[in-house]
Structure formats: C-alpha cells, structure tokens
C-alpha cells in the first residue's frame, strides 16, 4: 500500500506542478503515513518532484520538544524530508512545546491558523490554501489527524488548527487541523494497512456520523481516496463493491 501511494503521490505531486508551478501537501504520521515517505524515499521516480516548489504542512502534530523523536516533523525527516532538497522556508512545521509559546498548545495552534490564512490566496476556499493533497492516517478507533471520537476538536466548525487536550493515546496534548481545513484540500487521502484498521475503515465507509468516526467526516472537494490493503480492506461491507460481471 505505502509503494503504490507513493506512485501516485509523485504523479499527482508533478502534475500539480506542470499546471500550477508548485505543489502543496498535507503530510500525516504514524506508520502508515512515515512508510508512505520511506517508499517515496526509495523510489527512483521520486526526482520527477521539483522538490524546491513543493510546500509541506501538517495534519497534526504531537505537542513535544522540539527535536523529539516522537513528533511527526522528526520522523518525516528521518522518513525522507531530511533526504530531498527542499526549500526550508517551504516546509511548515506546527510549533513544539519548547518554542515561542511554550507549552500553551492553544496559542500554538492559533500561530498555525494564521500561518496557514498567510499563505491562502483570494483562488483559495477560505483562510487556508487549497491543498492538492492531504493525507490521513485512520487510526483504530477511527480518529484522523488528532480528532478523536467524541472529543471537542472534532465538534469544531470555524478554526482551522486547535489545540487538543486529553487525547486518549498519548501524549495528551497535541495540534490538530480540524474538518474545516481538511474539506478545504482538492484531495483527501485515507491511508489504513493492516488487520487493526479493518474495523475503523468499515465503520467510517458506512454511513456513521463524523463525530463518533472522525474518519467519516474527512473528504475533500474533488475528491476523497481511501487507500487500503487486503488486510484493512477485509471487514468492508459487500455494498461498496462493484456488481460481479459474468
């Protein structure tokens, strides 16, 4: 699943530029989305990018140290960002508890909004750029980003970026772009592999209601893609497969 995203991220990444000039993404952690980049990493197709026209974001963010090998920023590094010539200046990490908010994660959620209304333009669907892509890890219990079942941030209608407290996989205090912002991407990308996703994936694809399956509300304005292997894929219901031809 990770190579054959990863194909298509750089096909829909240089097309993006070819139209546009640049490209933007929306980047997710955790396993499925840190070994989406290591297959990128490893691609020989992976110079087609222009990498210094390409912007970087993030869906969510562990609120830690900067440096912490536990942030997604870290990872994505170590994963393939630290391996590409990029454009520093285009590569915009959610701040770390040890930066110019310290740890109020609020106030470093709200320098995240602004940051990304800087960079909307008047083409733009609101105060945040229209994405090409946005991916999204789809976690067990179905939570996307750092919205979780239940908690407030998924309840959340007007900012984009918000701080989450109480977060039930550690750690508790985390940065998170909210369904506002994700809906505002061309594409949004689902990413689940493995048998502890089944469960999530088919809950999310039958109809439940965004706030007790985060995932289920997450869609872009184009067009939203889950991307599955067999093992995810194995508890979804018949009525989302094509009739069998003879």
Do not use: C
């Not at 590409?84 to 701040?95: E, Y």
């Not at 930066?99 to 105060?127: F, S, V």
């Not at 977060?167 to 689902?190: D, F, G, Q």
């Amino acid at each position: 699943m990770a190579q054959a995203a990863a194909a298509r991220l750089i096909t829909k990444i240089v097309d993006a530029q070819a139209a546009r000039g640049s490209a933007s993404v929306v980047l997710t952690g955790g396993r499925n989305g840190n070994g989406l980049l290591a297959a990128l990493a490893s691609s020989p197709a992976r110079d087609a990018i222009d990498w210094r026209r390409l912007d970087l974001w993030w869906g969510d963010e562990r609120f830690l140290p900067d440096g912490d090998p536990e942030r997604n920023v870290t990872q994505a590094r170590e994963a393939l960002l630290d391996s590409v010539p990029l454009d520093p200046a285009r590569v915009h990490a959610m701040p770390a508890s040890d930066g110019p908010y310290a740890d109020d994660a609020d106030a470093a959620a709200a320098a995240y909004a602004a940051e990304l209304a800087a960079a909307a333009g008047p083409e733009d669907h609101g105060p945040v750029p229209s994405f090409d892509v946005l991916m999204l890890g789809v976690g067990p219990d179905t939570h996307v980003a750092s919205l979780f079942p239940e908690l407030p941030a998924v309840r959340e209608t007007e900012r984009t970026v918000v701080g989450v407290h109480g977060a039930p996989k550690p750690p508790p205090t985390r940065i998170s772009l909210t369904l506002p912002a994700i809906r505002a991407a061309r594409e949004v990308w689902l990413l689940a592999a493995g048998e502890d996703k089944a469960k999530a994936a088919a809950i999310a694809l039958s109809g439940a209601g965004e706030i007790q399956a985060p995932a289920a509300g997450a869609y872009g304005r184009s067009r939203t893609l889950w991307l599955l292997d067999d093992a995810a894929a194995s508890q979804l219901p018949r009525s989302l497969y094509p009739p069998a031809t003879s």
